[in-house]
């Protein structure tokens, strides 16, 4: 599976932003995807994972801001950001790897085995 992640740029905080990844080489609907975070001199860190089946998850920081979807027919993955914080600013990477149908989707880095190149998001005071 090739990823590649766009939408990320300089945003003031209260901004919102949309980023997309676009997956190819794979059929995309057997896959979960994920998006991470990395704050520079921070380890990598999970943000938000949609299933097969559409189920999500959060890191609690964003939840109620973030949104995560799919379209299967256009293998897109989505994050819709609302009231970007300044903390909110690092690289973002969106992954995917192959779930069995019904399983939740993952939350740690180590799960997943295929990587876009990530996007910059910066969110000014």
């Known amino acids: 599976v090739q990823l590649q992640a766009f939408g990320g740029g300089l945003v003031q905080a209260g901004g919102s932003l949309r980023l997309s990844c676009a997956a190819s080489?794979?059929?995309?609907?057997?896959?979960?995807m994920g998006w991470f975070r990395q704050a520079p001199g921070k380890e990598r860190e999970f943000v938000a994972a949609?299933?097969?089946?559409?189920?999500?998850s959060y890191v609690d920081s964003v939840k109620g801001r973030f949104t995560i979807s799919r379209d299967n027919a256009k293998n897109t993955v989505y994050l819709q950001m609302t009231y970007l914080k300044p903390e909110d600013t690092a690289v973002y990477y969106c992954?995917?790897?192959?779930?069995?149908?019904?399983?939740?989707?993952?939350?740690?880095?180590?799960?997943?085995?295929?990587w876009g190149q990530g996007t910059q998001v910066t969110v000014s005071s």
């Open positions: 080489g794979r059929t995309f609907s057997n896959y979960v």
């Open positions: 992954a995917a790897d192959y779930l069995i149908y019904g399983r939740s989707p993952y939350r740690t880095p180590s799960e997943y085995e295929y």
């Open positions: 949609i299933s097969r089946s559409g189920s999500t």
